[in-house]
C-alpha cells in the first residue's frame, strides 16, 4: 500500500478522518476539516461537490492518484470516493507523500499547521505563566 494511503489509513483509526459526502459536508461546512480528498475516479458530481465544500475556506481539497477500491482497501470499506482529514499535521504529512503533490495544498496545509503549534506553544507559556504566577 502507498505512503499517502497508509496515511489515510491512519487518520481513521485515530478518529482523525470523516469518510463519505454526508460526514464529510457536515465536518467542511463546521470548518473542521483541513484537507478533503477525492478518488481519480469518483464521479465529475463527486468532484464538484468536494469543491464547494471547501469554496471560500482555507480547507484543501484534492484529487488522489487511487480509485475508489483503493482508497475503501485502505480504510476497510468496499469503495471510498470522498474522505476529510481533520488534524492539520496529518493532512500536511499526506500532501506531502503523494507522488504528484498539490504545491498549492502543502503550502496552505504548512502555514495552518505552523500557526497551529504556534497556537499551543503561546497556550503552554501561558499555562506556565499562571502557574508561576507571571503576569
Known amino acids: 500500500m502507498d505512503k499517502a494511503l497508509n496515511y489515510l489509513a491512519i487518520a481513521r483509526k485515530a478518529g482523525l478522518a470523516e469518510l ?4 464529510v459536508g457536515a465536518v467542511t ?3 473542521k476539516g483541513y ?3 477525492v478518488a481519480s475516479d469518483a464521479s465529475d458530481h463527486t468532484w464538484r461537490r468536494a469543491k464547494s465544500f471547501v469554496a471560500g475556506t482555507e480547507q484543501q481539497c484534492v484529487r488522489l ?3 475508489k477500491d483503493e482508497m475503501g482497501m485502505a480504510v476497510g470499506r468496499s469503495s ?11 493532512a500536511l504529512a499526506l500532501v506531502k507523500s503523494l507522488p ?4 498549492a495544498a502543502e503550502e496552505a496545509l504548512s502555514r495552518r ?3 497551529l503549534n504556534q497556537r499551543k506553544k503561546e497556550a503552554r ?3 506556565r505563566n499562571l502557574r508561576k504566577g507571571k503576569k
Open 125 to 127: 507559556a501561558h499555562q
Open 113 to 115: 499547521t505552523e500557526k
Open 100 to 103: 504528484d503533490g498539490d504545491a
Open 80 to 90: 471510498l470516493a470522498i474522505a476529510a482529514v481533520t488534524d492539520a499535521a496529518l
Open 20 to 23: 463519505g459526502e454526508e460526514p
Open 35 to 37: 484537507l478533503v480528498l
Open 65 to 67: 492518484p487511487y480509485s
Open 29 to 31: 461546512r463546521a470548518g
